[in-house]
């Protein structure tokens, strides 16, 4: 069965780097899409990121461009999210969640980690 | 980047009720919208996608419909375990976006 399992979690100061981790099993990694998702507490759900099947492309939310990265390694089916210049904004659970298909296309979610916080204090 | 409005933004029903939630679109994004369910402390399952598509393992009293801008999600008799909160998502385009959640609560 399809297992994903978040990382790295914590609490950080503001304008510090986190690195979390999505490590993946129970299905071929390299096909699908793989995005990040997160949400601050007693909000909403906010889309971050989305890095291709492939590697090769990527998209960002407007909120965290130009400060995380998203990125994959193949060989230890494991999502990255580099998150630098934190922000207390940033606080949140970030979620890993597996497209329904690779290569950028139309693909809702239809699995997901449990989450992992990250707290970054104003 | 596609703006989304989903209302009710709560809901206060009894189990047996017929609950219907919506999502409107600022553009039209065909039929790739999904829906969410999420429980407290737990992260979000899959309900529908391509609007009107039931995912695997989902009961049949729930139901979607739609196309273009709006949408909406129809729980036709409501059960004790449905009390949740509720998210569209669009994926039509990049930025994805979700509507603001809709909590579905006991009367």
């Known amino acids: 069965q399809v297992q994903l399992v978040e990382s790295g979690g914590g609490v950080v100061q503001p304008g510090r780097s986190l690195g979390l981790s999505c490590t993946a099993s129970?299905?071929?990694?390299?096909?699908?899409?793989m995005h990040w998702v997160r949400q601050s507490p007693g909000m909403g759900l906010e889309w971050v990121a989305v890095l291709s099947s492939d590697g090769v492309s990527t998209y960002y939310a407007d909120s965290v461009k130009g400060r995380f990265t998203i990125s994959r390694d193949y060989s230890k089916t494991t999502l990255f999210l580099q998150m630098n210049g934190l922000r207390p904004e940033d606080t949140a659970v970030y979620f890993c969640?597996?497209?329904?298909?690779?290569?950028?296309?139309?693909?809702?979610?239809?699995?997901w980690g449990q989450g992992t916080l990250v707290t970054v204090p104003s | 980047v596609i703006g989304m409005t989903q209302s009710p933004s709560f809901l206060s029903a009894s189990t047996g009720d017929r609950v219907t939630i919506s999502c409107r679109m600022s553009q039209n994004i065909r039929s790739y919208l999904a829906w969410y369910q999420q429980k407290p402390g737990k992260a979000p399952e899959l309900l529908m996608y391509?609007?009107?598509t039931l995912q695997s393992g989902v009961p049949s009293r729930f139901s979607g419909s739609g196309s273009g801008t709006d949408f909406t999600l129809t729980i036709s008799y409501l059960q004790s375990e449905d009390f949740a909160t509720y998210y569209c998502l669009q994926y039509y385009s990049f930025p994805f976006s979700f509507g603001q959640g809709t909590k579905l609560e006991i009367k």
């Open positions: 391509s609007a009107s």
């Open positions: 129970g299905f071929s990694f390299s096909t699908y899409d």
């Open positions: 969640a597996r497209s329904t298909g690779g290569n950028l296309g139309p693909y809702p979610f239809d699995s």
